[in-house]
């Protein structure tokens, strides 16, 4: 069993992208299917789960257009809290649940505001 706020899952790699599990809050607000990765401060809407992962996926997509083209990419991660090493097998480590609450206000207010359920999903980030 991993750590309290410990992000758990599994990294799969190959020479252009990596896959890692991260958490992901589902809760509705104003009768909104909201799911929102904290770990990447990305979000998505939808009038269900299906809808807002699909909403989510673009917002994603247009995170990673901009930043790889802006080559902002990796100073992004960073200053969201995540570590990046020259490792193969885990290069990007995010931050902890606990260290997001801490520092990231709009996961706090939905933490403290809204009832939600946290899942972990994967997602596919450029190597």
Known sequence: MAPQGEIQGTWKSNDHEIEVHLPFIIFEQESV???????????????????????????????LLYT??????????????????????????PPSMSKLLEENDNFSNIFNSYPFRKINHPVSLPA
């Open 33 to 63: 299917s909201v799911v929102y990765c904290p770990a990447l401060d990305i979000s998505g809407y939808g009038i269900n789960e299906l809808e807002a992962f699909k909403s989510f996926e673009v917002n994603l997509g247009e995170f």
């Open 68 to 93: 790889n083209h802006k080559g902002t990419f990796i100073s992004e991660l960073k200053r969201m809290g995540w570590t990046v090493k020259a490792s193969k097998y885990k290069p990007m480590v």
